[in-house]
């Protein structure tokens, strides 16, 4: 029997899968559980416009995603910070600080988003943002000392 599940199930196959089981285990378990639905006309038809309409969403947010990756390709963020006399920083510039500093330039990412080793020294540093799972953008980051 063709089921369509509805839900992941463990050791079967992931939501919106369309899967050949036997009638006992569909009739018995997936459809009293609310797993899955039997593949029928009206049942594939709605499937496919849910699967048309991510697949849409998907790209429209990887389109945003690009166009900031395009925004912060010359981006170039300077820091000030107290640094000892060897250019040694008393701490160390986190993620969260250079998301700080991209919300002042009125770019809304996420500390979460940008990938940067803890910066320690006064010069030029590079960090990566990732914005989506297709697209990372790098930008450049200057500290300077206070």
Not at 35 to 52: I, M, Y
């Amino acid at each position: 029997m063709k089921v369509l599940l509805k839900q992941d199930v463990a050791k079967i196959g992931k939501k919106g899968q369309m899967l050949e089981v036997k009638e006992g285990y569909a009739r018995n378990f997936l459809f009293p559980n609310g797993l899955a639905v039997e593949a029928s006309g009206g049942a594939l038809k709605q499937h496919e416009e849910q699967q048309k309409t991510q697949e849409r969403q998907k790209a429209k947010e990887k389109q945003g995603a690009e166009e900031l990756a395009a925004k912060l390709k010359g981006l170039t963020i300077t820091l000030r910070h107290k640094a000892g006399d060897e250019g040694r920083l008393f701490g160390s510039i986190t993620n969260a600080e250079i998301a700080e500093a991209l919300k002042k330039q009125g770019l809304d990412i996420d500390k979460k988003q940008i990938h940067a080793d803890p910066i320690r020294l006064v010069g030029q540093h590079s960090a990566s943002v990732k914005l989506h799972s297709e697209v990372t953008a790098s930008l450049r980051v200057i500290v300077e000392k206070l």
